[in-house]
């Protein structure tokens, strides 16, 4: 009997030992395993900083494997156990026509020594992590995502696109579509209609079109400061290496522009005039002024092709107290009319101005892109727009970089 207990004995202490021994075995599991994930979780965020760094390192012409190896550094993580690969962007993952386009892969392997794991035989745990970035170049786009009519009003109820109620004009937009910061309208259907693949949009409610495209916040123009942020800089306000040529009188029934950029203080003396532009610009400095060319006169000819105001046919200042219909006084109000003596092109940007668009009953289109405050029509010949990207302004957009996974 005694023999029997001595030996119950030495068995329940093997057990206990091994119970001790498992015990301590799923506390390292636990506690290494818990060390592991937070080591995981850092290199990880080593890796993203890294690939983020490498891009931007990019996209500034420095060299992109320094500036990814001294980020993995910082965080604790040797070159030699950092990896940093590169591949072209795939086709259509960046914005069209940039170029030199590239994914960065950053490869951190992180090797963490055990404590407790080290009874059951695991000394170290591996992670391997990666993160890759997506840096796009440089490219040329037109203004506002290449619509051909742009209302920048951003009120939800005074529309800054209005095709007008009463009367029987149409318009005819090929090459590009309608954007209105707030709300557009069309009295029906038919009034307005596109090429396939063109619509109307607008960040509030755009209605009674034929294609439409509803509450594109994401489209929202910030104004003034986006507009303001691309105005070219004003050539007539005397500071050094201004480049504004004075305002030209009218000759009989027409002015001419040629050659240069052009400073108009007073916008009225050309009101039932044919203003023909020859590789010219005009900068609009005056705040009030109302070309309704009742009678005769209108715009045509082409803008400047070179320098800072290349492909704009007329820009007209800023006013902080913008137009708020086409009857405004005190306002930029602009009668917008093609004339039989061409057509026109180049891009009008007059961010505070309202712009009523009455076409010509030849049916001869323009070539340009209106953006203006207030955008509309309230005649009775149908406007003819035939928007070409590159007949316009077009701006050098920043390169863009993103972590991708």
Same mark, same amino acid.
């Given at each position: 009997?005694?023999?029997?207990?001595?030996?119950?004995?030495?068995?329940?202490?093997?057990?206990?030992?091994?119970?001790?021994?498992?015990?301590?075995?799923?506390?390292?599991?636990?506690?290494?395993?818990?060390?592991?994930?937070?080591?995981?979780?850092?290199?990880?965020?080593?890796?993203?900083?890294?690939?983020?760094?490498?891009?931007?390192?990019?996209?500034?012409?420095?060299?992109?494997?320094?500036? *990814?190896?001294? /980020?993995?550094? %910082?965080? =604790? $993580?040797?070159? &030699?156990? !950092?990896?940093?690969?590169?591949?072209? +962007?795939? #086709?259509?993952?960046?914005?069209?026509?940039?170029?030199?386009?590239?994914?960065?892969?950053?490869?951190?392997?992180?090797?963490?020594?055990?404590?407790?794991?080290?009874?059951?035989?695991?000394?170290?745990?591996?992670?391997?992590?990666?993160?890759?970035?997506?840096?796009?170049?440089?490219?040329?786009?037109?203004?506002?995502?290449?619509?051909?009519?742009?209302?920048?009003?951003?009120?939800?109820?005074?529309?800054?696109?209005?095709?007008?109620?009463?009367?029987?004009?149409?318009?005819?937009?090929?090459?590009?579509?309608?954007?209105?910061?707030?709300?557009?309208?069309?009295?029906? *259907?038919?009034? /307005?209609?596109? %090429?396939? =693949? $063109?619509?109307? &949009?607008? !960040?509030?409610?755009?209605?009674?079109? +034929?294609? #439409?495209?509803?509450?594109?916040?994401?489209?929202?123009?910030?104004?003034?400061?986006?507009?303001?942020?691309?105005?070219?800089?004003?050539?007539?306000?005397?500071?050094?290496?201004?480049?504004?040529?004075?305002?030209?009188?009218?000759?009989?029934?027409?002015?001419?522009?040629?050659?240069?950029?052009?400073?108009?203080?007073?916008?009225?003396?050309?009101?039932?005039?044919?203003?023909?532009?020859?590789?010219?610009?005009?900068?609009?400095?005056?705040?009030?002024?109302?070309?309704?060319?009742?009678?005769?006169?209108?715009?045509?000819?082409?803008?400047?092709?070179?320098?800072?105001?290349?492909?704009?046919?007329?820009?007209?200042?800023?006013?902080?107290?913008?137009?708020?219909?086409?009857?405004?006084?005190?306002?930029?109000?602009?009668?917008?009319?093609?004339?039989?003596?061409?057509?026109?092109?180049?891009?009008?940007?007059?961010?505070?101005?309202?712009?009523?668009?009455?076409?010509?009953?030849d049916g001869t289109a323009i070539n340009s892109q209106l953006i203006g405050y207030n955008v509309s029509s309230n005649g009775t010949a149908d406007v003819f727009v035939s928007y070409k990207a590159n007949e316009n302004r077009r701006d050098p957009q920043p390169p863009t970089i993103s972590l991708i996974e």
């Open positions: 009997m005694k023999k029997e207990q001595k030996s119950e004995r030495g068995q329940a202490l093997i057990l206990i030992v091994f119970a001790i021994i498992g015990l301590i075995g799923i506390t390292g599991l636990t506690v290494d395993g818990g060390l592991a994930y937070s080591d995981r979780r850092h290199a990880q965020n080593a890796a993203d900083t890294a690939a983020y760094a490498a891009a931007l390192a990019k996209v500034k012409g420095n060299d992109l494997n320094a500036a *990814g190896l001294d /980020v993995a550094e %910082d965080n =604790g $993580y040797a070159s &030699s156990n !950092v990896v940093i690969t590169t591949a072209a +962007s795939p #086709s259509g993952t960046c914005p069209a026509g940039s170029s030199n386009n590239l994914d960065i892969t950053v490869t951190i392997t992180s090797v963490m020594n055990t404590s407790f794991a080290r009874v059951v035989g695991i000394d170290t745990m591996t992670n391997v992590v990666s993160a890759t970035s997506r840096a796009c170049g440089t490219y040329i786009a037109p203004l506002f995502n290449g619509n051909a009519i742009v209302g920048l009003n951003p009120s939800l109820t005074d529309c800054g696109f209005d095709s007008g109620n009463s009367n029987s004009a149409k318009w005819i937009v090929k090459g590009g579509g309608i954007f209105s910061n707030g709300c557009a309208f069309s009295k029906n *259907g038919n009034s /307005v209609t596109f %090429d396939p =693949g $063109y619509c109307a &949009s607008a !960040v509030g409610t755009a209605s009674n079109f +034929s294609c #439409s495209n509803n509450n594109q916040t994401s489209q929202k123009i910030n104004y003034p400061a986006d507009v303001l942020a691309i105005m070219p800089p004003n050539p007539c306000d005397g500071t050094p290496g201004d480049v504004g040529l004075p305002q030209p009188s009218p000759s009989g029934g027409s002015v001419t522009l040629s050659n240069g950029i052009y400073c108009i203080s007073d916008f009225d003396a050309y009101d039932q005039k044919d203003i023909i532009l020859d590789n010219a610009t005009m900068y609009v400095t005056d705040m009030d002024f109302k070309l309704k060319f009742a009678g005769g006169g209108g715009f045509s000819g082409t803008p400047t092709t070179s320098g800072v105001y290349n492909s704009y046919y007329m820009i007209v200042a800023y006013d902080a107290t913008p137009c708020t219909s086409f009857t405004s006084n005190n306002a930029q109000v602009v009668q917008w009319r093609g004339n039989g003596l061409g057509t026109l092109y180049g891009t009008v940007l007059a961010p505070s101005a309202c712009i009523d668009y009455r076409g010509n009953a």
